[in-house]
């Protein structure tokens, strides 16, 4: 018998064999994104020491004044541009894009064209 297997599942096996490909350098780090029912998240991460250079979420001060919702594509948007400018404030200019499995539309999709349009390359 077949075993039908849940969205989180099917996710965490989509962000796994992505996960085999996508490796993140100090000079080219990985752009890890996290979206919850709530909240969206975006980190920089270093693979080669396992350590988060910066981060950014719809929790942060910063954003909490400018959205109202912290759940739709503005406010994915606003992190994105947020991620974007602390990366170029930092002098990295070029990631490598993780999804984390999910699907590369909706909100995922406004945080990856908002940091583009703000400057990262990838």
């Known amino acids: 018998m077949i075993k039908k297997l849940d969205r989180r599942t099917?996710?965490?096996?989509?962000?796994?064999?992505?996960?085999?490909k996508v490796f993140g350098t100090p000079e080219k780090p990985r752009l890890s994104i996290f979206r919850s029912e709530k909240h969206i998240y975006a980190q920089l991460i270093d693979d080669t020491k396992g350590h988060t250079i910066l981060s950014a979420s719809t929790l942060d001060p910063e954003l909490k004044q400018k959205i109202t919702k912290t759940y739709n594509r503005e406010a994915a948007r606003?992190?994105?541009?947020l991620?974007?400018?602390?990366?170029l404030a930092k002098g990295i200019d070029q990631v490598v894009f993780d999804r984390g499995g999910f699907k590369f539309h909706g909100r995922v999709k406004e945080l990856?064209?908002?940091?583009?349009?703000?400057?990262?390359?990838?």
């Open 10 to 20: 099917q996710r965490l096996r989509r962000h796994l064999r992505i996960r085999k």
């Open 78 to 81: 606003e992190v994105g541009k």
């Open 83 to 87: 991620i974007a400018q602390r990366a």
């Open 112 to 122: 990856a064209d908002a940091a583009r349009e703000t400057g990262l390359k990838f």
